[in-house]
């Protein structure tokens, strides 16, 4: 008889629909729905409710800033690895109380109008932000305790699709329901489904292995430091962590300009853009977690990130021909199937450098260094676009992914090594 197919790190390969069945996938994935029903209530569906209202631009702008939570919440996340609820478990306690807060927040919206009340709606909108960015802390310490190494790949697929779709449902959703019951029925709507959310937090399972907090809150901060820096590769892992998506993301800096630039209309960009931009993004996320359980961590990462960078090349091609719908359309699907599948593949890589002890403040610091170069290649992004042009851009975004690659395969004892670690702190 044929030899059972096997993982990277040489486990029997267990089969999708047998991993996918598990109570904890399945978890994962509802609380990727709840971690992303909340993020356009500070961002698109907010703006819209002003908009509607006759609110101004500049008025809108400033409320933009509701969403800082979201960038500053490895802060306080020392503070849920510290201190549990005395209920649930360790994670799941907090959660169920966030979404609960959440939908409250959420449903206290419908009291009140923009014109009258913009003070108080930017108030309710300023701790939505943080009620989410904290739910967030804890459902991402969650899927890094709860994970096992060859489930990884699939979890950050679950995640990420449950994210999509929730923020589409509360932004797409949320304004057809606006459109004809009123704004009050669509935070009703999204509050309802935030509680509905919680209830199946209920019933996600506890992780198999159990951590203890930190005794104290200086030990939740100085010992997971020191975690993640002991070893003699572990400051290299932090630079590949920073560094693999350098040119995924410095190609992206300026996509609207460059695509306004060959000549297309505003509304193709709006339209066609985000269209393919979705589906190809969740293609990628998919096919990359099927394809991490036969890859592993390495592999993965190695061949992702090499498409990635390629994928830079089709813009290059874009560039080159001018306006071409056909090439827009194909350049965008490939640069995002690529990004998708990257994207799990990172996200994996965050969960396999996470303790359980500490997965809250090591999970949100190291999500908050890997967006450090979408953060900041804006600036020299715009320099080399405006005196190479954008063939060239395109070609130095391609050449600036290839140090991470490299990394990925100068790293891969360590990246293997971590494909088949499980938390060091799990009693």
């Given at each position: 008889?044929?030899?059972?197919?096997?993982?990277?790190?040489?486990?029997?390969?267990?089969?999708?629909?047998?991993?996918?069945?598990?109570?904890?996938?399945?978890?994962?994935?509802?609380?990727?729905?709840?971690?992303?029903?909340?993020?356009?209530?500070?961002?698109?569906?907010l703006q819209a409710w002003l908009k509607d209202y006759g609110i101004s631009n500049t008025q809108i702008g400033l409320l933009t800033l509701v969403g800082l939570?979201?960038?500053?919440?490895?802060?306080?996340a020392p503070l849920i690895d510290r201190y549990r609820l005395p209920f649930i478990g360790r994670r799941r306690g907090w959660i169920f109380v966030l979404q609960l807060a959440?939908?409250?927040?959420?449903?206290?919206?419908?009291?009140?109008?923009?014109?009258?009340?913009?003070?108080?709606?930017?108030?309710?909108?300023?701790?939505?932000?943080?009620?989410?960015?904290?739910?967030?802390i804890v459902i991402n310490a969650y899927t890094a305790d709860v994970a096992r190494?060859?489930?990884?790949?699939?979890?950050?697929?679950?995640?990420?699709?449950?994210?999509?779709?929730?923020?589409?449902?509360?932004f797409s959703i949320a304004l057809i329901v606006?459109?004809?019951?009123?704004?009050?029925?669509?935070?009703?709507?999204?509050?309802?489904?935030?509680?509905?959310?919680?209830?199946?937090?209920?019933?996600a399972p506890e992780p198999k292995q159990r951590a203890a907090p930190p005794d104290t809150l200086r030990e939740s901060i100085i010992l997971p430091l020191r975690q993640l820096l002991a070893g003699p590769g572990a400051l290299a892992l932090m630079v590949l962590l920073v560094v693999y998506k350098v040119g995924d993301a410095f190609s992206l800096r300026l996509f609207t300009p460059f695509l306004m630039d060959l000549g297309f209309s505003k509304a193709e960009i709006g339209v066609v853009t985000k269209t393919t931009m979705a589906l190809a993004t969740i293609t990628?996320?998919?096919?990359?977690?099927?394809?991490?359980?036969?890859?592993?961590?390495?592999?993965?990462?190695?061949?992702?990130?090499?498409?990635?960078?390629?994928?830079?090349?089709?813009?290059?091609?874009?560039?080159?021909?001018?306006?071409?719908?056909?090439?827009?359309?194909?350049?965008?699907?490939?640069?995002?199937?690529?990004?998708?599948?990257?994207?799990?593949?990172?996200?994996?890589?965050?969960?396999?450098?996470?303790?359980?002890?500490?997965?809250?403040?090591?999970?949100?610091?190291?999500?908050?260094?890997?967006?450090?170069?979408?953060?900041y290649l804006g600036v020299p992004a715009g320099f080399l676009a405006d005196r190479a042009g954008w063939p060239t851009f395109y070609l130095l975004s391609f050449i600036a992914a290839i140090p991470g690659i490299a990394l990925v395969w100068w790293l891969r004892r360590d990246v293997r090594a971590l494909d088949t670690r499980t938390s060091a702190g799990a009693t």
């Open positions: 008889p044929p030899a059972p197919v096997t993982t990277a790190t040489g486990a029997p390969q267990p089969r999708f629909r047998e991993v996918m069945r598990e109570p904890r996938m399945v978890a994962v994935l509802a609380l990727g729905l709840a971690s992303g029903l909340p993020y356009n209530l500070t961002d698109g569906t939570p979201y960038a500053w919440k490895f802060l306080w959440l939908a409250g927040v959420i449903a206290a919206n419908a009291l009140y109008s923009p014109l009258d009340a913009l003070a108080s709606i930017a108030v309710l909108a300023f701790a939505i932000g943080f009620l989410s960015a904290s739910q967030d190494p060859h489930e990884r790949g699939l979890a950050a697929m679950a995640t990420s699709v449950g994210y999509r779709a929730a923020s589409w449902f509360s606006a459109q004809y019951a009123g704004w009050q029925a669509a935070y009703l709507m999204i509050a309802a489904a935030m509680v509905a959310l919680a209830v199946g937090t209920l019933m990628g996320t998919v096919l990359g977690g099927l394809w991490m359980i036969r890859l592993g961590l390495y592999r993965a990462m190695l061949w992702f990130g090499s498409f990635q960078a390629l994928s830079n090349l089709t813009y290059m091609v874009l560039a080159i021909a001018g306006k071409n719908h056909v090439l827009m359309i194909a350049a965008i699907a490939i640069d995002n199937l690529a990004g998708g599948m990257g994207s799990v593949a990172l996200t994996a890589f965050v969960l396999a450098l996470c303790d359980q002890r500490f997965s809250a403040f090591q999970y949100a610091l190291l999500s908050a260094i890997a967006v450090i170069p979408r953060t």
